[in-house]
């Protein structure tokens, strides 16, 4: 089956402009999670979508960050404006949404870097 | 709060030699764990995971061990290769399992380098 999808893979955007992040989930997963992971971290998670609702987006930063999920398909994720502490990659994962396992399949990332 | 830490950045290995992979967990409501192994430039694949009412599981060449007295989670490769150099992370749910929604909270990560 096909991999989670993301792009762009690499975006390189000055402080203060905008930037949108796009991800394909694996076909038929329910859930659908954004994170960030900084150089040298493990991955923060920024929201979880359950079909096209929200479950957890506490850690979102929401006066510059957005992300949508409109047909509980494939999801965006937009910061406006950027700042120089959002260097990182946006990695997009998926899963099946049914309890029994927590086992997340990760896309291979978006690298963004504020200059 | 809740986080999930590793005891060591790095770990240096010889092919063949077997691996241990530490990490330290200290959320006792934890009830679910992971282990995800990334390469460069690549996404985290997923390795093992455990249930907190098992304290060792076994894959293919890997092991976990769960010590739920110490909040402790370890990583086990046997016969290291090459291929398994990569970041280790360890995740837990942060709380009960069916109360988590899938939730994941990761570790800073293990680099282990396999010299051949």
């Known amino acids: 089956e096909a991999g989670v999808a993301q792009s762009p893979r690499y975006k390189i955007i000055e402080k203060r402009q905008s930037v949108a992040f796009w991800c394909n989930p694996i076909?038929?997963?329910?859930?659908l999670y954004w994170y960030q992971q900084i150089l040298g971290q493990g991955p923060k998670l920024l929201i979880q979508?359950?079909?096209?609702?929200?479950?957890?987006d506490s850690q979102l930063p929401k006066d510059r960050f957005s992300a949508e999920r409109l047909k509980g398909v494939d999801s965006t994720l937009k910061i406006q404006p950027a700042k120089l502490e959002d260097s990182a990659v946006y990695l997009c994962?998926?899963?099946?949404?049914?309890?029994?396992?927590?086992?997340?399949?990760f896309g291979p990332g978006t690298r963004l870097t504020v200059t | 709060g809740e986080s999930v830490g590793l005891h060591l950045p790095t770990l240096s290995v010889q092919e063949g030699d077997n691996s241990i992979i530490n990490c330290a967990y200290s959320?006792?409501?934890?009830?679910?764990f992971i282990w995800y192994k990334q390469e460069s430039g690549k996404g985290p694949q997923f390795i093992i995971d455990?249930?907190?009412?098992?304290d060792k599981r076994q894959g293919q060449r890997v092991t976990v061990l769960l010590n739920k007295t110490v909040k402790h989670l370890s990583l086990q490769i046997a016969a290291t290769q090459p291929g398994d150099s990569a970041v280790y992370f360890c995740?837990?749910?942060?709380?009960?399992?069916?109360?988590?929604?899938?939730?994941?909270?990761f570790g800073q990560g293990t680099e282990l380098s396999v010299k051949p």
């Open positions: 994962a998926s899963s099946p949404g049914y309890s029994g396992t927590f086992e997340q399949y």
């Open positions: 076909s038929g997963h329910a859930t």
């Open positions: 979508f359950q079909n096209n609702g929200v479950v957890d």
């Open positions: 959320n006792s409501a934890s009830d679910y």
């Open positions: 455990i249930r907190s009412n098992m």
């Open positions: 995740a837990e749910n942060g709380g009960p399992f069916l109360n988590q929604g899938g939730k994941l909270i």
